[in-house]
């Protein structure tokens, strides 16, 4: 505005009335054209200080939403922790010893998927050596929703590879003593079970299986995620941790992190597939096994209470989460159908 009505006023020696008309009439165009140029600087801006952290925007109209988030939803493996896993001792149960369970679960893991994920692949390096080599009839791979891996041999015995307390019962059944420090540790174990005829054709489980061994893995924490956390609490937003491990063990592992009201914990597998989750939501900061549909509803939920959700993640089971929130982030380690969302 000074510039032009000094190049009228001055230059052209126009007069004071025509310089001041002619000024105000070009502002007034200006102001839309000026505040779109005005947004699209500041979000340039905004790019070009994400990629000095490290992270590229696909789409310019999260920067907003980016900057309006108030709560956090995030992942445990891959996020908080490192991608990589390590797999830890392994405890016989049934009177076995080490080198039959560490026999059954190698033969285990090389019949089976073991490799098509982290966990399979950190077992699979400790253990894959060991044992006799499977032929099995039927092979049941790894599920987000069931949280657990099979095959059945072509005398009908089963063998299970998965969670605890989804396949031996609440608090993982017959297992729960050995369980019970490895989660207060925030530390993840699998089981080995076995049994005679517990699939049906739609590969439902019908029954408790028996344990043969626990498998426990142990996660690092990343170096720099108590630091993050620190940030995102000082910036008024709340950080919640979902994932599909047991409960415990992530809040354990929240808490070392350095999450607000970790403490605050449910296990979902508890809960009907459908259920209303509002209440979960708002009351709970750890959330453990979850489900990938679940992960939508707390989302939905979240977003249903006013409040504008981020989530983070790394993997396929995120998908249906990340496609609900407000702003979508994906790590660049994780699968590429998360980076695609």
Not at 78 to 92: F, M, Q
Not at 227 to 245: C, M, P
Not at 292 to 303: F, G, W, Y
Request: with cysteine; net charge negative; charged share 20%.
């Amino acid at each position: 505005g000074v510039v032009l009505f000094t190049r009228s006023l001055l230059l052209l020696d126009l007069g004071l009335s025509y310089s001041v008309s002619s000024t105000v009439a070009a502002l007034v165009g200006m102001i839309p054209e000026g505040l779109y140029l005005l947004v699209s600087v500041a979000l340039a801006v905004s790019v070009l200080n994400l990629s000095r952290e490290g992270t590229l925007v696909h789409e310019l109209s999260t920067i907003e939403n980016l900057a309006r988030v108030d709560v956090l939803c995030l992942d445990k493996t891959g996020t908080l922790t490192e991608e990589t896993l390590e797999a830890g001792e392994l405890i016989p149960l049934g009177g076995r010893t080490r080198a039959e369970a560490e026999a059954l679960l190698g033969s285990f893991l090389r019949a089976g998927d073991a490799g098509d994920n982290a966990t399979g692949q950190a077992l699979l390096e400790r253990f894959g050596g060991a044992g006799e080599t499977w032929s099995p009839a039927r092979t049941v791979p790894f599920s987000s929703e069931r949280k657990w891996s099979a095959l059945v041999q072509p005398d009908g015995v089963c063998w299970f590879l998965g969670a605890p307390e989804l396949l031996l019962g609440p608090e993982g059944g017959p297992c729960r003593a050995q369980l019970a420090p490895l989660l207060a540790a925030g530390r993840r174990a699998l089981v080995l079970a076995r049994g005679q005829g517990l699939l049906d054709g739609a590969d439902h489980l019908l029954g408790a299986p028996e344990p043969v061994a626990l498998a426990v893995l142990d996660h690092r924490l990343r170096p720099e995620a108590a630091e993050t956390l620190r940030y995102f609490r000082a910036q008024g937003v709340a950080v919640k941790v979902i994932s599909g491990d047991s409960a415990r063990s992530v809040a354990e592992v929240a808490r070392r992190a350095g999450v607000e009201g970790a403490e605050r914990w449910i296990d979902l597998s508890a809960l009907p597939p459908e259920a209303d989750l509002s209440a979960a939501a708002q009351s709970n900061t750890v959330f453990g096994r979850v489900t990938p549909r679940q992960k939508r509803s707390l989302i939905q939920a979240l977003r249903q209470q006013g409040h504008t959700v981020a989530m983070i993640g790394d993997g396929v089971n995120d998908v249906l989460a990340l496609k609900e929130a407000d702003c979508s982030v994906a790590l660049a380690s994780g699968s590429e159908a998360a980076q695609h969302v």
